[in-house]
């Protein structure tokens, strides 16, 4: 089975820096572009960035660039979602999608990441 | 980048048809024909209904299309049935490898 497995939520203070992740399997990682999606406490979806896990090449939402970076690790075909200084808005369930080149559609997605920041 | 605009609530009898609007700009929806639906019931991962316009994923129901007529594009659920009752996202690509998502609808199964 294709899926994207993220890693356990977390409770963090702000200021504190955090890598968050998500793992694909049953598939070429490296063949697909892995994005990142947040969604806020009762709110909607909001593109993050994407990443292509063969050469890391990024495409980041600028409302996002800066505040976040996006990485990647082939040899263990996880991508990771780092903050250097997390703030309380920072609070959301935050997504990973495969991308498929040329697809223009995200599938599958991991379970979600839910990140609390509160001091 | 803003989010793309669609109605905050629609709802429908079982058996009926419904319609989500999704209304961009020439930025996005009207200049590209890639826009991607998504369902999400409360507490799960988004799932792929629609994409390219009017593409379904294999898998997914017929009762499902897809359309766009200049900056809007639509989503349309046929013989509306109880376990479509969720929220709906609308995606488009953006131009310079950036996507936009929808403001996003609930739809009440009555």
């Known amino acids: 089975e294709e899926q994207l497995v993220q890693s356990g939520a977390e409770v963090k203070k702000p200021g504190e820096s955090l890598t968050i992740s998500c793992k694909g399997s049953?598939?070429?990682?490296?063949?697909?572009?892995i994005n990142w999606v947040r969604q806020m406490p009762g709110k909607g979806l909001e593109w993050m960035g994407r990443i292509n896990p063969s050469d890391s090449y990024t495409n980041y939402n600028p409302s996002f660039q800066g505040h976040v970076t996006i990485s990647v690790d082939k040899s263990t075909g996880t991508a990771h979602l780092q903050w250097s200084s997390l703030k309380a808005s920072d609070t959301a369930m935050y997504y990973c999608?495969?991308?498929?080149?040329?697809?223009?559609?995200?599938?599958?997605w991991g379970q979600g990441t839910l990140v609390t920041v509160s001091s | 980048q803003s989010a793309l605009t669609q109605p905050a609530s629609v709802s429908g009898s079982p058996g009926q048809s419904i319609t989500i609007s999704c209304t961009g700009t020439s930025r996005d929806v009207g200049t590209y024909d890639l826009v991607s639906w998504y369902q999400q019931h409360p507490g799960k991962a988004p799932k792929v209904m629609i994409y390219?316009?009017?593409k379904r994923p294999s898998g997914a129901s017929t009762r499902f299309s897809g359309s766009k007529s200049g900056n809007t594009a639509s989503l349309t659920i046929s013989g509306l049935q109880a376990e479509d009752e969720a929220d709906y996202y609308c995606?488009?690509?953006?131009?310079?490898?950036?996507?936009?998502f929808g403001s996003g609808t609930k739809v009440t199964v009555l």
């Open positions: 049953g598939y070429s990682f490296t063949s697909y572009w």
């Open positions: 390219q316009g009017n």
């Open positions: 995606c488009s690509y953006a131009g310079r490898n950036t996507y936009v």
């Open positions: 999608a495969r991308e498929a080149s040329g697809d223009y559609r995200f599938d599958p």
